[in-house]
């Protein structure tokens, strides 16, 4: 189980500094989103996620459960770099508006309307799974943002692209395919 826990430490820490190195090529933004919060969020993430990791009480001990939430885990990392790939330099912080913005519609983006954010949740549960049930905690509030941020985001959209975006949005779902 401890190389579980390892593993899953040493690829968010990989998976964060890819995604900081990333952001260097995203356009402009022309209204920022709410960076200031979501930093905030990402300290106290960052907290839950390091206690998580260390284990406590509510530890997981089962192989089982462990290779599961291992699964789990690179799944939605994968689904979330998959998404920012497809999304090249139309990519920012939640909430923020481009110059030049692009609506994208293929890739994952065929499946739900913010893979980003469903690969990240997904990534966390799998981490929670993997290593602490503590860290279903983070699990609840990063959904909790991200399904706030991606109203946010679809209000902008909508805006944006008042023809394209309703059609895109009238058959993909939000976050889950075929149910959210």
Not at 45 to 65: D, E, K, Q
Not at 81 to 106: C, D, F, H, K
Request: glycine letters at 8%.
């Amino acid at each position: 189980m401890h190389a579980i826990k390892l593993g899953i430490g040493i690829a968010w820490v990989v998976f964060w500094i890819y995604w900081l190195l990333a952001a260097t090529q995203a356009k402009a933004s022309v209204r920022s989103g709410w960076g200031f919060r979501a930093r905030g969020i990402a300290a106290i993430a960052a907290i839950i996620m390091f206690r998580a990791l260390r284990g406590h009480s509510v530890s997981v001990h089962t192989l089982a459960l462990g290779i599961i939430g291992a699964a789990l885990f690179a799944c939605g990392l994968l689904l979330a770099i998959w998404a920012r790939l497809y999304l090249g330099s139309n990519w920012g912080m939640p909430t923020s508006q481009r110059v030049e913005p692009e609506l994208v519609t293929s890739g994952p983006y065929r499946f739900v309307r913010h893979p980003i954010y469903s690969g990240l949740i997904l990534a966390l549960i799998g981490t929670a799974l993997a290593t602490s049930l503590y860290g279903l905690i983070l699990v609840v509030i990063a959904t909790a943002y991200f399904y706030w941020s991606a109203t946010v985001e679809e209000r902008n959209l909508t805006q944006t692209f008042p023809s394209d975006y309703p059609e895109y949005e009238s058959h993909t779902k939000k976050l889950i395919p075929f149910i959210l």
